[in-house]
Nanobody, 124 residues
Framework: QVQLVESGGGLVQAGGSLRLSCAAS?????????MAWFRQAPGPEREFVAG?????????FYADSVKGRFAISRDNVKNTVYLQMNSLKPEDTAVYYC???????????????WGKGTLVTVSS
């Protein structure tokens, strides 16, 4: 089992930056899990934001809506995954979730473990 805890959310003005962290416990992330960030604005579905591969973290994947503005990274020693968010827009406002998967899909259904989320609010 893996427990994931997100932190770093908050209120920021448009154009600002935030860095989200996802700390894992219960089992080492090294070489085992692909890791991802999803987000959910008011509505039923979670949207894939970014993903990072197991091991050395290459390759990474991004939703078109965040490409060039967000960067995902992982520190296997600290068992932590990060999401650096720059040039934030009001439409980035959502609850951001960290997720881990044994598999090689980046879909919501493909994730095996989820954190409880952290709220990011971007004001205009």
């Amino acid at each position: 089992q893996v427990q994931l805890v997100e932190s770093g959310g908050g209120l920021v003005q448009a154009g600002g930056s935030l860095r989200l962290s996802c700390a894992a416990s219960g089992r080492s992330l090294v070489g085992i899990y692909n890791m991802a960030w999803f987000r959910q604005a008011p509505g039923p579905e979670r949207e894939f934001v970014a993903g990072i591969s197991r091991g050395d973290g290459s390759p990474t994947f991004y939703a078109d809506s965040v490409k060039g503005r967000f960067a995902i990274s992982r520190d296997n020693v600290k068992n932590t995954v990060y999401l650096q968010m720059n040039s934030l827009k009001p439409e980035d406002t959502a609850v951001y979730y960290c997720a881990a998967t044994y598999g090689d899909t980046w879909s919501e259904r493909g994730m095996d473990f989820w954190g409880k989320g952290t709220l990011v609010t971007v004001s205009s």
